[in-house]
């Protein structure tokens, strides 16, 4: 099963695909918190995916945005 998710705002660069994926990094500099979150939600996401057996992915759409895809194993 997978749950795809994209947007239309600027993507993120390539070479951070993976980075973001680690605890409290973030895309944006800021340190104001209106700004943005404190950078765990996408390593909480990865982790729990990958503790059922599945994984979380990102790529930048060709006319810009993110697409980010949540991949799960069918249920038996």
Not at 10 to 31: A, C, M, N, W, Y
Not at 36 to 54: E, F, M, P, S, V
């Amino acid at each position: 099963m997978a749950l795809t998710i994209s947007d239309k705002v600027p993507g993120i660069p390539t070479e951070l695909h993976e980075k973001v994926f680690q605890p409290f990094f973030r895309v944006e500099d800021s340190r104001n918190r209106g700004t943005g979150g404190t950078g765990l939600g996408l390593a909480i996401a990865r982790t729990i995916a990958r503790r059922h057996g599945g994984d979380v992915h990102l790529k930048n759409a060709p006319e810009g945005g993110l697409v980010v895809t949540l991949t799960l194993p069918a249920s038996q």
